[in-house]
Nanobody, 121 residues
């Protein structure tokens, strides 16, 4: 527990940008699959983006072209750059991951506490 720590959430107007960060210095294993999952009130969690130790990325259709997931292995940090934000992007965003596997089709086992993103129209 406490191995994934998110930061960078906040409030922004539609069209704005935010960058989320996830400190995974206590989690870093190779191979891995890491990702961002969001949950809006009254809605199910949805995987926004993932990246594995082979640098393969996947994105939710609704964020393609707007969000970018990346990893800084030196700083042991996972990022989610979110541009052209929309009100429907409002949600709690969680950093999550699996270790000892680069298979991103598996459900995430490890989770951070989440960081709130609010996008106003």
């Amino acid at each position: 527990q406490g191995q994934l720590v998110e930061s960078g959430g906040g409030s922004v107007q539609a069209g704005g940008s935010l960058r989320l960060s996830c400190d995974w210095s206590k989690f870093n294993y190779d191979p891995y699959c890491m990702g961002w999952v969001r949950q809006a009130p009254g809605k199910e969690r949805e995987r926004v983006a993932s990246i594995n130790s082979r640098d393969r990325t996947t994105y939710l259709d609704s964020v393609k072209g707007r969000f970018t997931i990346s990893v800084d292995n030196d700083r042991m940090t996972l990022y989610l750059q979110m541009n052209s934000l929309k009100p429907e992007d409002t949600a709690m965003y969680f950093c999550a991951g699996n270790r000892w596997t680069s298979d991103c089709s598996e459900a995430f086992q490890y989770w951070g506490q989440g960081t709130q993103v609010n996008v106003s129209s």
